[in-house]
Nanobody, 126 residues
Framework: EVQVMESGGGLVQPGESLKLSCVFT???????MAWFRQAPGKEREGVAK???????YYDDSVEGRFTISQVRPNKTVYLQMNNLKVEDSAVYYC?????????????????????WGQGTQVTVFS
């Protein structure tokens, strides 16, 4: 059963904004959540991560333009994307770590997540 669902992708011009949403419907307590993206011909890369206490980390490519946030107790995370660039075009995936013992770190990697969404397409064109 799908437990992570993203929404909010679309078509925009450079400089415009989009806000992605992700909902985790599982019963486990979430430890941290993150956004990844994958463009055609490229590997999936980490974009942003947020811990239970709100501590967050970003990839250098989006620092200052994207903001990750969360709301409780609905197990929802957002990615506000401002000043979008053509190179931001990708399928964006939400990932969730739940029911874990963990140590905080600044890395955003595939390892360490338990649930993944199906992805939402973001296309930026001029």
């Amino acid at each position: 059963e799908v437990q992570v669902m993203e929404s909010g992708g679309g078509l925009v011009q450079p400089g415009e904004s989009l806000k992605l949403s992700c909902v985790f419907t599982g019963s486990k307590t979430t430890n941290y959540m993150a956004w990844f993206r994958q463009a055609p011909g490229k590997e999936r890369e980490g974009v942003a991560k947020i811990y239970f206490d709100g501590e967050s980390y970003y990839d250098d490519s989006v620092e200052g333009r994207f903001t990750i946030s969360q709301v409780r107790p609905n197990k929802t995370v957002y990615l506000q994307m401002n000043n979008l660039k053509v190179e931001d075009s990708a399928v964006y995936y939400c990932a969730v770590a739940a029911g874990r013992m963990y140590v905080k770190n600044s890395k955003i990697k595939h390892e360490g997540f338990d649930y993944w969404g199906q992805g939402t397409q973001v296309t930026v064109f001029s």
